[in-house]
DNA sequence: TTTACATATTATCATAGTTTAGTCTAACTC
DNA sequence: GAGTTAGACTAAACTATGATAATATGTAAA
């Protein structure tokens, strides 16, 4: 297996690693191994965390708002989002979580539940004791640490959702979230050149992004015609990153692994 | 001290508590102690994180967007608010964090903040060495609940921001954050009859809302006529719980603290 | 009290985005 | 191979919200 340089903060900063993502390991794994060096045996607990896994299909809801919540999912392959329903059939998505990502991190005793989780593709999905959670802060301070960073994360993410929301017009709000897609598919070495997964619908993105599915089809369009990105059927190829860049002000340091 | 019953989830459901927040506790001891009884111990072991204290002024930025975060901060007195300034000069304020609420409690060994913090009011907060939040986890089992449980709700917190961001109309959106300010400040117990703290200007509702100054304007003034509210000079009253309430799809089990 | 500044209010006009109501295509089912 | 469905795409009419600018009010400082 050859080393390679990898360039991951994005265009602006030349942050480097050369840590290589080997795609044997599961993607927290790999998400885990990108920021910190994990021990065999650290690796080895992270794996066994995910012997009980799920099939859910495409289209399944497997965490329902207002339901109790009482264990922690860790997403092994395939896309998720977390939305929620409002009483008028209007839909929020909040986020995706993609392979590597925890939902249920912060369970507790009596925990429900305030969003739906759905996926988006056939996923294979880990189930997850909460108390293994606990035991990692007790045993493992690496990944505990690890884990902290995730939430942080994951806090990140859900404030660079608000700004898109309330601050980015239509065509820069898609902007930025392809960047953000980037950069998370970037860290667990899911990304081949600029060629993304792409499985949701337009509107599952109007959804996300706050707008109707004719805008969204509208502003796809521009963004095509313009060659700023290329669709494909469940692909999505950023052909000019500087522009996507440039116009939606994203930044790639709320997302950067390596913060020094 | 009488002892009172508080109907604390909103209108809808009808969970009762007898847990009477005492006014001479810090506030994070408040809301601790009102999802879990806590001992003597733990009420003391919080009230000593919080010896480190610093007064920001109202205006002041505390935590700034990329700078490193190496401590954690709990909100004593005053509010606060996190938000994202874009290159534009366009703000997008992510939620407000009121007293009791823990800003970087999730730092870890070199993380960089991904919003900025400022005092909205003048405001007393502690600064607590992060290593005393993983203290927590090893000897106070509840209080480490606790905190997950803090954590769990600020992400719902976000979660419903952006549905306000994404999915509600304007005059929505501001009903539906006065509503998600009064569940909170019920919770530690610093709201009279339907009167609630409001020290933001409109300037600042608009960049919380996505919305132009303007426009908040003219929502608050129409809500007004239609004595839904009522506004004094930092402080508004909430006349008709129940027409903000059906008006903007408010959901109070996101924020009940008993969820049972 | 006067001044100054920040905040709130009102009006007018421009526009980004929505709604509705379609067409078209590819994929799936019977 | 016809019928069905999901998703992508288009067009026109409509509307909620934004931008700008001007006035008014409140609050703190002098």
Redesign the pocket.
Known sequence: MEERKVNIAGTRSGIVADLQPSMDRSAIVRKLGAIALLSQEEMDFLEGLQNNTLLVERGTDFIVDGDDLKTTFIIMEGWTTRYIMLPSGRRQILSYALPGDILGLHVNFRSKATYTAAALTDCKIAVVDPRRIIEISQKFPILASGLSWCTAREFAILGDQAVRLGRL???QRIAHLLLELRSRMRLIGEIEGEWLDFPM???DLADTL??????V??Q??DLRQRKIIT?KKDYVHLDDVDALSEMSHFDFEHLAEFQI
Chains 1, 2 share one sequence.
Do not use: D, E, F, K
Request: glycine share 12%; no cysteine; charged share 5%.
């Open positions: 017009g239509a065509q619908t337009q509107a706050g707008l109707s599915i004719v805008h089809n509208r796809l369009m669709l």
